[in-house]
């Protein structure tokens, strides 16, 4: 069962890991987006030139916010599931950031 609960503990980190990752990207992204933004504007550019790296941006900014989505909630559920029905409890988890509570990612899902 130690085994077990030192595996838990990895996986649990290393989702987190994701997820600060994910974060991360998504700070420069918009910081990106800004520059570019304030470029076009100090250098007085048309806006058709930023347009097609605007879009880009944002789209890039959409994937990575779905991307937290699909880490922060499917992922910890699917985790969290597994844990439970090997027995283990929060403790085995480790400290550190605590993970979502399963009813609200749950309700999270549903709606």
């Not at 076009?40 to 916010?65: D, F, Q, Y």
């Not at 779905?66 to 027995?87: F, K, N, T, W, Y």
Request: hydrophobic fraction near 45%; avoid cysteine; charge should be neutral.
């Amino acid at each position: 069962m130690e085994k077990l609960k030192n595996t838990s503990r990895v996986i649990a980190t290393e989702l987190r890991q994701a997820e600060r990752s994910i974060n991360l990207a998504q700070r420069d992204v918009a910081q990106f987006l800004l520059t570019t933004l304030d470029a076009t504007e100090a250098h007085k550019l048309s806006p058709a030139i930023s347009l097609p790296t605007v879009r880009a941006t944002l789209g890039a900014l959409t994937a990575l916010a779905d991307g937290q989505s699909q880490m922060s909630v499917r992922a910890h559920i699917s985790a969290e599931r597994a844990g439970q029905g090997l027995g283990l409890d929060e403790i085995a988890w480790g400290s550190g950031s605590p993970k979502p509570a399963l009813a609200a990612m749950e309700e999270a899902v549903a709606a």
